[in-house]
Structure formats: structure tokens, C-alpha cells
């Protein structure tokens, strides 16, 4: 069975976001950029499935600009087999890429899709959600758990949902999106990092794969939420009745 | 000879004393519950009167020949002394509150305890130069504070001198963008240095794992090293000026913002580095260092110390202008590392190596140093350097690579009790001394070796359940000769505050401790600034 992963490129977790004078976005330019952690924990996940023996290959996905390769350096560092590079030059909405990955599994043929639940730029939470509609596949999104029968092809996965965990059972082929507990992701070995630098990584362009990217939705402005106003020590009850009445209004 | 058996009586009386302590005082936060050799303890504990002082602090663990005794000529507080000071800083920052006292009284690693019964907090220097004249006059002995986390007893009184901590003066006066030149006062915590220069584009040229407590005025009175020191060199030349106060209330204003001044003597350097002994610092011009983007970082495995070396050697002419750090540590500590500390991962859990080797590179353009770095390890990993390893390959994953190496000294003082040492040695020699005192110790303790191996820096740590004078004995003096002998120093970045104030012999020329004694005379004619310690007790009288 093959595993496909998606992985995006996004502004590192742990760097402290500016918005750009302009407020057209975030301030990307000169500022360190990694995988998704969400995708770091898919991809530790597909690759711990093929390490089981259960898979055969791992094969990792980033669209994008030329930039991505790096992140996909990275996934096949951490031991995916094969990368694929969809490439455009504008910020993609997760319908399109949804619709991108669908046409990449008409071509792969993959027994398993996963992806992060959400990026941590736009925090969407659609792409896998939406992939597996257009595929007709069942999906299990919020994974923390995930547990695979080979002779079955089903997978049982833990959801963590509002009100605690939910158990599903999938029929493969399916769409898992995974959250923060279901794994660990491993460090890039030396030892890794030299046999990535001869594996492929297959380069698709837009036109190849027949798909439009029309977004239908315009950022019109980004702008930093407000800051929050010092605390005040009051002295006595009257002056806080005073300022709930006169000030916050809310008696 | 009278004076040897004077000290003989005196402890045999000492000991029958402090037979009758043992018994009825209680020390939990030092003896973990054990009841053992105390490393510190008052004598006349229950005795709280505001005159009343201890007149011996005999200091259980460490070698008979260091009994410090209290120096006569120095005055003790009484109540119109509170009320001068009340009067000139405010009852806000004067305090006397005994849960306060304790904690301002003791340092960071519980080794060494005062009994002062006042802390002062000035906001400003004119305040502090008003402290210091009256003191003089009054010949009261005074202790410069900062963030306390101090490893050789330098920041907490050894009696009851009068702490001055500066924490309350904390701002930020000045920063330059063109320049990189940043003026703060002393009580500034250098992890909201970093913070604030990180928001304009800098980081300060040193970094310390002490850093969310520790205030640049203390790291400036003893000239910290840190992790960075290998790339943006000491303070000596980073700190571009700086103010404080000498032990008579004068104010020496050096605070200068220029990057070249040959005009006379540059005293500022005098302050750097003496522990607080001649001045007390109120204001620094540190120059700061550009943030540049990129950052990587490798955590590697060597199988023995000369791989280590000569991977040190390597990396200083393959990766040249963008090493910022050269770490190691053995795997005694690795090992106390992921046993003591919450929530530190083993980056390579295949298996134990001998050694762990962290290099950091900063550079400006994130591809060019990637490349050149793991064009490095490979050919190191190739020619047999290194037996493995990682490159983190987001933020996170490079905190946790430092998390372990900063976290070693924490994991030291979870394990029990430990004694440290800071050495500068020949790179080469290093590790042998760590060897050595293993067989010495044997059974008795673990020895513990890491540190700063790209500036030659040893920490050599010996840790033990509890407190033993027969494992100190096998430590000291050995480590300091050993030290001496390959013209080492006894304290390569730690100071020497009380815990090393006899030791300077080893690493200094007695003309050269003559002189500093004479500089000591020249600006605290009266030796109220940190008395009993950096230079040896021998040169006061």
C-alpha cells in the first residue's frame, strides 16, 4: 500500500508574527520558515504504518512555490520515499488544493491520504475534510489514535472531538487528519539527511494536472487583534459599582 | 603557632556547639529531610536581635582551613540606620521581612546561607551613591545584589552585611538601531533584554541558561561568559561604557556609547569582572549584535574525547564566520539530563554515546548555511568524527537540543548534592582531568563533565546523594593543582566570590594579588564592598 502525505510550508511555529505595515498579511519575508507541525505528525505517522510493514511507500506531497522543495527535503530527511512538488505561484485555497490532490490520487493511487488537521498560517481545517468528499472516501479527522488491520483494510481511528474521544472505524482507501497527541515527530538523522539528497522529488505544474486556481475569497485586510488594557486596583465596593455601571456597562 | 591552637580549641568548642545545634535546628530545604553534614548554618540561629551577629561561620563540607570569621571593624545595624534609610528610599524599599530576608540571604544552589537582616532596593543611582556614603561612614558592610543565581557564593552576605539589590532599577534608557547600541540599567533581567531587542532586530552577544532571572549589571560585575562567547567574544569588549558607584558615594559616570575612546585609562574594565568588590555598576552600554535570520543547529555523537576535539578544529575553519556555539557534554550528564528533567527527549535514543557535541551556526542567508552545515557533518560523519546525528529543522525542535545542554545544572541540583567547578583548560587536557577524578572517586560520587568546549571552558561537576567532606576531600586542593599545573584557571567563568576567595594563588602571580589588593585599598579604603571575598583573606590584614 502507498501513504501520501500532504506537507505545507508555513511561518515556524515559535517565531513571533508581525503584520505587514500595509495589513495586506503577515510578514513572511526574512523570517524562518518549517513544515506544518500538524504534517510533521502526519508524516511521523505514515512513516511509523510503512515501518510496521504495513505500507510500502511513503510518498510526500507541498504545493507551492519553489521554496517548498525545502520542507519536502525535509519530510524525505525524516524518511518518505518519494516527494511530489505542485507548483504555483500564488497562496492556494484548500478547495483548490483539495481538488490538486485529488488528481495527484487519480495518478498515485494511494491506499491512504493523510494530512494535518490545519495549517497554523490560516488554520483552515478544510483541506482534508474537502479532499475527502471529492473522493468519496470516508474520513477521520482529529486522529490521535490510529490503529490499522491489514487483512480487514479498515482503520479504527481516535477522534478527539468536543465532547471527549470518538471511535471510528474507516474502510480503506481513506482521508486521516491528525491532531497534536497521536504522535511525536522524529529529528532528521545525518545519516537521513545524505540518502535524501539522491531521492526524487517529481515536479507537476498546474496545467499538467488540469486544474483552475480561482479563489473566490479575498483578503481584504489583516490587522493585529487589540492589545489588552493594563488591570486597575480598585479600593472599595463603591468604586466598583461605579466603574461596572459607568464604565463597562454592565449594570 | 598560637594562632593554630587557638583555631584547635576553638573548634573543639565549636563542635560541642554545634553538637547542640545538630540537634535542634532544622534545615530541610538543604538536608532533602536527611539529617547529615550541613553545608551552612548559623550558630546563633534563634537569636534575632538586630545587634546581635554571628561571630563564626563554619562551613561544614568544605576544608578546615576555611573558617571565615566576621571582621571586627565593621558596625552592625541599629534602629536609627532604619530610619536613615527609611527616609531616603521610602518604607517600600527597605525591607526587613524575615520570609524575605531568607530568600534574598540564600543562593541560587542553597550552598551558602547570611543572616543580614536588611535589603535595600534603590530606583535610582543617586539613591544608590546615598547607600553606599552612609554606609561608608557608618562602616557598615554591604553586599551588591542582583538576580542572586550567582554559582560560588559572590551574591548573598556571608554575615550580615546590608544587601543593596538593584531589581527595582530596570529600565531600559536607550537604544540605538543604526548602532546596535543598547543603554539599560543594571536591574535589567537579561532574558527582557533579549525579548525587547529581539522586537528591533538584535540579541545581546551573550546568553546564559540563567537568563530569566539573571540582571546585566551582575552579569557585567562578573563578566559571564555564556553560550555565545565562542562567536561575539567577552563583555570586556562588548560593553561599550558603564556607571556605578564607588564605596564612598561617588558616581563614576563611564557611560560612553562610542565604539573607540583612547582618551586615559579605561577603568571601566575594572568593574568587569571584580564581583562587585570595587564598585557598585548602576548603569551598562552594551553594544549589541544584529539578529541575522538564519539559525541551525546539530546535536551530535562522538565515541571519545579526541573526535570531540578535532570536530571542534574542523568546525572552526569549515563552518569559520557562522559558528555562534561549540557545546559538549559527557554522557554522565546526558544521562542525568533525561532522568531528572521534565519533558527532555533524547535526540538520538538508538542508543548511549560517550559524547554529545551541540553546534549552533548564525548566519544571513538560510540556504547557504544550511548547506554549508550538512556539508560539514556529512564530511565529518564520513571521516569517522562523528558516530551520529540530528539538525533540527524548526524553532522547537532547536530548543529542545539547548534545553538539554542548559539544563544539565538544573538536573545537577535535582540529583542532590553537587559540587562544582569552573575550569579554563588546554583543549587538549580537558577531559583527561574528568578521567582522573573518577578513578580518584570511585565509588564515592559521579563525575560529571561538560561545557563551553569551543572556548575551552570545563564544567566539572562531582555529584553525590549527600553533602561528604571524604569526596570534597578527594576534589580539593587535587583539581586546583591539577588546574595549576597546566596553567589552567581555577575559575574560568563563574568568579570567584566566596567559595574560591583563597584560591586565586593558583592561577595568579603573587605580585599580580598584590596589586589588586592595592587597587581594592585605593577604591574601598574601608573594605565595605563584598568583603570576604575574591581576593584572599590574607591580603585584608
Known amino acids: ?65 519553489s521554496n517548498c522543495v525545502d520542507t519536502l527535503r525535509t519530510g524525505l530527511a525524516m524518511g518518505a520515499d518519494r516527494a511530489i512538488h505542485v507548483e504555483a505561484s500564488r497562496d492556494l485555497v484548500p478547495l483548490t488544493v483539495a481538488k490538486l490532490l485529488k488528481k495527484l490520487v487519480e495518478i498515485e493511487n494511494p491506499g491512504l491520504l493523510i494530512l494535518g488537521k490545519q495549517a497554523i498560517d490560516d488554520d483552515c481545517n478544510q483541506t482534508g475534510q474537502m479532499i475527502a468528499g471529492l473522493l468519496g472516501w470516508p474520513q477521520g479527522t482529529f486522529a490521535s489514535k490510529v490503529v490499522f488491520d491489514k487483512e480487514k483494510q479498515v482503520a479504527t481511528v481516535d477522534r478527539e472531538v468536543d465532547g471527549g474521544l470518538e471511535t471510528l472505524c474507516l474502510d480503506l482507501p481513506a482521508v486521516i487528519t491528525t491532531d497534536l497527541r497521536l504522535n511525536q515527530p522524529r529529528y532528521a538523522t545525518l545519516p537521513n539527511i545524505m540518502k535524501a539528497k539522491s531521492k526524487p522529488i517529481k515536479k507537476f505544474t498546474l496545467e499538467e494536472l488540469n486544474v483552475e486556481i480561482k479563489s473566490d475569497i479575498e483578503v481584504v485586510q489583516v490587522i493585529e487583534p487589540p492589545k489588552r488594557k493594563a488591570g486597575v486596583i480598585l479600593s472599595s465596593v463603591d468604586e466598583l459599582i461605579d466603574k461596572l455601571k459607568n464604565e463597562a456597562h454592565v449594570i | 603557632m598560637e594562632k593554630l591552637r587557638a583555631t584547635s580549641s576553638l573548634r573543639r568548642s565549636l563542635k560541642s556547639i554545634l553538637n547542640r545545634q545538630l540537634s535542634s535546628v532544622s534545615e530541610p530545604r538543604y538536608l532533602n529531610g536527611k539529617r547529615s553534614c550541613q553545608p551552612t548554618f548559623n550558630l546563633i540561629r534563634d537569636h534575632r536581635n538586630l545587634g546581635e551577629a554571628n561571630p563564626i561561620l563554619y562551613r561544614c563540607f568544605s576544608s578546615v582551613s576555611t573558617v571565615v570569621q566576621r571582621n571586627p571593624s565593621f558596625s552592625t545595624l541599629n ?48 539613591e544608590v551613591a ?9 562602616r557598615l558592610a554591604v553586599v551588591p545584589q542582583g538576580g542572586n543565581t550567582g554559582l560560588v557564593g559572590g551574591s548573598v552576605p556571608v554575615f550580615d552585611e546590608v544587601i543593596v539589590n538593584l531589581g527595582s532599577m530596570n529600565n531600559i534608557i536607550s537604544f540605538d538601531k543604526v548602532s546596535g547600541i543598547l543603554v539599560c540599567e543594571a536591574g535589567c533581567i537579561l532574558e527582557n533584554l533579549i525579548s525587547f531587542l529581539d522586537n528591533q532586530g538584535f540579541i545581546m552577544p551573550l546568553d546564559l541558561g540563567a537568563k530569566g532571572s539573571c540582571q546585566i549589571g551582575g552579569n557585567v560585575s562578573t563578566n559571564a561568559g555564556g553560550l555565545r562567547l565562542v562567536r561575539y567574544g567577552s563583555l570586556h569588549g562588548n560593553v561599550l561604557g558603564l556607571e556605578a558607584v564607588l564605596a564612598n558615594g561617588d558616581v563614576l559616570d563611564m557611560l560612553g556609547t562610542l565604539r573607540k575612546d583612547n582618551t586615559g585609562y579605561d577603568l571601566k574594565h575594572l568593574f568587569v569582572g571584580s564581583e562587585g568588590s570595587l564598585g557598585i555598576v548602576t548603569k551598562v552600554s552594551i553594544l549589541t549584535p544584529p539578529k541575522l535570520s538564519s539559525e541551525n543547529i546539530a546535536f551530535l555523537a562522538c565515541r571519545d574525547y579526541s573526535s570531540c576535539q578535532k570536530l571542534l578544529m574542523e568546525a572552526k575553519r569549515k563552518l569559520g564566520e557562522i559558528l555562534s556555539a561549540f557545546e559538549f557534554l559527557d554522557i554522565q550528564a546526558m544521562d542525568l539530563v ?8 533524547n535526540p538520538l535514543p538508538a542508543t548511549m554515546h560517550n559524547f554529545y557535541v551541540l553546534i549552533e551556526t548564525t548566519g544571513s542567508d ?175 590584614s
Open chain 1, 1 to 65: 500500500m502507498k501513504i501520501m502525505v500532504a506537507v505545507k510550508r508555513v511561518v515556524d511555529y515559535a517565531v513571533k508574527i508581525r503584520v505587514k505595515p500595509d495589513k495586506s498579511g503577515v510578514e513572511t519575508q526574512n523570517v524562518k520558515m518549517s513544515m506544518n507541525p500538524f504534517c510533521e505528525i502526519a508524516l511521523e505517522e505514515a512513516l511509523k504504518i510503512k515501518e510496521s510493514g504495513l505500507a510500502k511507500e511513503v510518498v510526500a506531497v507541498s504545493m507551492g512555490p
Open chain 2, 338 to 345: 533525561l532522568n531528572h528533567l521534565d519533558g527532555v527527549r
Open chain 2, 79 to 126: 534602629p536609627d540606620d532604619i530610619s536613615y534609610f527609611k527616609q531616603l528610599l521610602g518604607e517600600k524599599s527597605v525591607i526587613q521581612d524575615e520570609d524575605r530576608l531568607e530568600t534574598v540571604n540564600t543562593d541560587w544552589m542553597h550552598k551558602y546561607k547570611g543572616s543580614s537582616k536588611l535589603l535595600l532596593q534603590p530606583r535610582t543611582t543617586e
Open chain 2, 366 to 540: 538560510e540556504s547557504y548555511d544550511r548547506e554549508k552545515l550538512e556539508a560539514f557533518l556529512l564530511s565529518s560523519m564520513e571521516g569517522g568524527l562523528i558516530s551520529d546525528g540530528v539538525i533540527a529543522q524548526d524553532i522547537n525542535q532547536a530548543s529542545s537540543f539547548w534545553r538539554i545542554r542548559e539544563g544539565v545544572p538544573e538536573a545537577l541540583m535535582k540529583a542532590g548534592a553537587v559540587y562544582k567547578y569552573d575550569l579554563s583548560l588546554p583543549v587538549e587536557k580537558m577531559y583527561d582531568l574528568v578521567d582522573d577524578m573518577r578513578t580518584r572517586l570511585g565509588d564515592l560520587a559521579r563525575v560529571i563533565g561538560y561545557g563551553h568546549l569551543g572556548d575551552g571552558n570545563l564544567h566539572l561537576n562531582v555529584s553525590a546523594a549527600q553533602y561528604d567532606d571524604r569526596i570534597l576531600e578527594q576534589i580539593e586542593p587535587y583539581v586546583y593543582e591539577w588546574t595549576s599545573k597546566h596553567r589552567g584557571s581555577i575559575s574560568a567563568e563563574h568568579g570567584l566570590g566566596l567559595m574560591k576567595a583563597n584560591k586565586i594563588y593558583y592561577s595568579k602571580s603573587p605580585e599580580t594579588v598584590k596589586t589588586m589588593g592595592s587597587i581594592k585599598k585605593l577604591l574601598d579604603p574601608n573594605g565595605i564592598l563584598n568583603p570576604y571575598k575574591v581576593l584572599p583573606h590574607s591580603l585584608n
Open chain 2, 130 to 138: 546615598q547607600i553606599l556614603k552612609y554606609c561608608n561612614s557608618r
